[in-house]
């Protein structure tokens, strides 16, 4: 959805679980579908690159955050 809102080399950050165990895509909560759902990350950045984005970087999780990513337009 926010591809059409960047400008071609703009740029997106975002956070996310992940976690390389997983498969491809989990719900860690299923009663709360969307609060912990927890991505295998480099599926992740298959999903960002069919949409039309690029991973620039990808920062793990730290106590204050989880995995970070930098993609370009």
Request: proline share 5%; with cysteine.
């Amino acid at each position: 959805m926010l591809h059409r809102c960047v400008s071609e080399g703009g740029r997106l950050y975002f956070t996310a679980f992940t976690d390389e165990t997983v498969d491809d895509y989990i719900e860690r909560d299923p009663t709360n579908p969307g609060l912990v759902s927890t991505y295998n990350p480099e599926r992740l950045i298959e999903i960002l690159e069919k949409s039309g984005w690029f991973a620039l970087n990808v920062f793990p999780a730290s106590r204050f955050q989880q995995t970070a990513f930098v993609c370009r337009k």
